[in-house]
């Protein structure tokens, strides 16, 4: 197997972003994923669960949007072939976690492929309520929150992923994510949630 470093990439210690500009976007933190129960159990995401909790209750208290991507799949999804059956719509699994349950308030869009924008409203629901900011984090890093990532970056969108909100597979995969952040998509890679202050 090839041996690779991680090129450099930016990480900047904190940001502050206008609240009422700025949507925070929590990818698929759903038992499949988050509990080791789940179909689809990312180990590592569990240490995010308590940064991203703190990151929201700040957000909502800013008047920042909080936006929740739900991954959901039904009978035969082609997808069952790549990952096994996962988030099957109405079960324990597709739930959101409880420690990040939705509050009133919250929107939660439900997506059935990697991308969150992709056959989804969230473009149209950013735009109505004049988000230029989207402040990203959740799980697969290399897979679900990449793709709304990239979809959010290509739409023109700031994108701010913060290290400590986000999970991978492995090593690679995690700073690949990142890489492909900052580098790429020229969005902001923020060392914690606890950097992102939002402002009026
Ligand atoms: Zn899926």
Same mark, same amino acid.
């Given at each position: 197997?090839? =041996?690779?470093?991680?090129?450099?990439?930016?990480?900047?210690? =904190?940001?502050?972003l206008?609240?009422?500009?700025?949507?925070?976007?929590?990818?698929?933190?759903?038992?499949d994923?988050?509990?080791?129960?789940?179909?689809?159990?990312?180990p590592?995401?569990?240490?995010?669960?308590?940064?991203?909790?703190?990151l929201?209750?700040?957000?909502?208290?800013?008047?920042?949007?909080?936006?929740?991507?739900?991954?959901?799949?039904?009978d035969?999804?082609?997808?069952?072939?790549?990952?096994?059956?996962?988030?099957?719509?109405?079960?324990?699994?597709?739930?959101?976690?409880?420690?990040?349950?939705?509050?009133?308030?919250?929107?939660?869009?439900?997506k059935?492929?990697?991308?969150?924008?992709?056959?989804?409203?969230?473009?149209?629901?950013?735009?109505?309520?004049?988000?230029?900011?989207?402040?990203?984090v959740?799980?697969?890093?290399?897979?679900?929150?990449?793709?709304?990532?990239? =979809?959010?970056?290509?739409?023109?969108?700031?994108?701010?992923?913060?290290?400590?909100?986000? =999970?991978?597979?492995?090593?690679?995969?995690?700073?690949?994510?990142?890489?492909?952040?900052?580098?790429?998509?020229?969005?902001?890679?923020?060392?914690?949630?606890?950097?992102?202050?939002?402002?009026?």
């Open positions: 197997m090839a =041996s690779v470093e991680v090129p450099e990439y930016e990480i900047v210690e =904190s940001v502050e206008k609240a009422r500009e700025t949507a925070v976007i929590v990818v698929d933190m759903q038992n994923f988050v509990k080791p129960q789940g179909k689809l159990y990312v590592t995401a569990e240490k995010t669960v308590e940064p991203i909790r703190r929201l209750n700040r957000a909502r208290s800013a008047g920042a949007r909080v936006f929740y991507t739900q991954d959901t799949h039904y035969n999804d082609p997808e069952y072939e790549i990952w096994g059956e996962h988030v099957r719509y109405g079960t324990w699994g597709w739930q959101i976690i409880d420690e990040l349950k939705p509050r009133e308030g919250d929107i939660v869009v439900m059935t492929r990697y991308d969150g924008f992709y056959g989804t409203p969230l473009d149209d629901l950013l735009r109505v309520y004049g988000i230029k900011n989207t402040v990203i959740g799980t697969v890093a290399n897979i679900c929150v990449l793709h709304t990532a990239a =979809s959010a970056s290509l739409r023109w969108y700031k994108v701010i992923v913060p290290m400590d909100g986000i =999970s991978a597979l492995t090593d690679f995969d995690y700073h690949a994510t990142l890489r492909q952040v900052s580098w790429l998509y020229k969005g902001l890679v923020v060392k914690s949630v606890d950097g992102i202050r939002f402002i009026d």
